[in-house]
């Protein structure tokens, strides 16, 4: 349904070969959406419940649900248009350095944390809560990451210190919310265009 709702909103999108990716991203920013709106974030069994009502919604109210997915299409894609910027560069592009070292020093950590996924999900309710609904895992884990990445000397954390980088990161979901213009940057290197020939 979300493929070609995607498609009808865009015909230049074809989430079933180039556009795969895109068609990813609107999956789970879909799933993160109805997370929030269902209230089920933080619950044990949200992914089950998750999978649950989306399958009842389809085989009980299917006309609602296909509804429900092209209104909300149609405003991702208005989102997706605003907050994301695809960059043509070369390898030797240092533009983004500075932001990619700091992603970079936080990944170790962030695959270390045990309630990662707990925070991710804090944040991207806070992301929607506030009218982001595209990239939200992107931007939620990244915001996580550069919390991190201002701790990283310190191997240990406590739950008194991943409260306070997931609060951190919550007040900044709530400010990007504030701001305009594009905060997901796409980068094609050159050898995408040799790779199309």
């Known amino acids: 349904m979300l493929s070609q709702s995607l498609q009808n909103k865009n015909p230049q999108i074809d989430p079933n070969t180039t556009d795969k990716k895109i068609l990813q991203i609107a999956s789970q920013d879909l799933l993160n959406y109805l997370k929030f709106h269902w209230q089920l974030t933080g619950r044990e069994n949200a992914e089950i419940e998750l999978t649950e009502k989306i399958q009842n919604y389809s085989q009980k109210k299917p006309k609602e649900l296909q509804q429900f997915i092209d209104i909300w299409t149609g405003i991702w894609i208005k989102k997706w248009n605003e907050r994301v910027k695809v960059l043509i560069t070369n390898q030797e592009h240092l533009c983004w350095d500075e932001t990619n070292q700091r992603q970079l020093k936080a990944e170790p950590l962030w695959r270390q944390l045990p309630h990662r996924n707990e925070m991710k999900d804090l944040v991207i309710d806070t992301l929607i ?5 595209c990239g939200t895992s992107i931007l939620a884990e990244n915001l996580i990451k550069t919390e991190l990445a201002t701790h990283a000397e310190n191997k240990i954390y406590a739950n008194q210190n991943l409260l306070n980088i997931t609060k951190k990161a919550m007040k900044k979901a709530r400010q990007l919310s504030q701001s305009s213009g594009p ?5 094609i290197d050159k050898r995408f265009f040799q ?3």
Do not use: A, S
Not at 129 to 133: A, L, P, Q, V
Not at 183 to 187: A, K, S
């Open 195 to 197: 790779l199309l020939r």
């Open 183 to 187: 905060l997901i940057f796409v980068r």
């Open 129 to 133: 809560r506030n009218g982001e609904i």
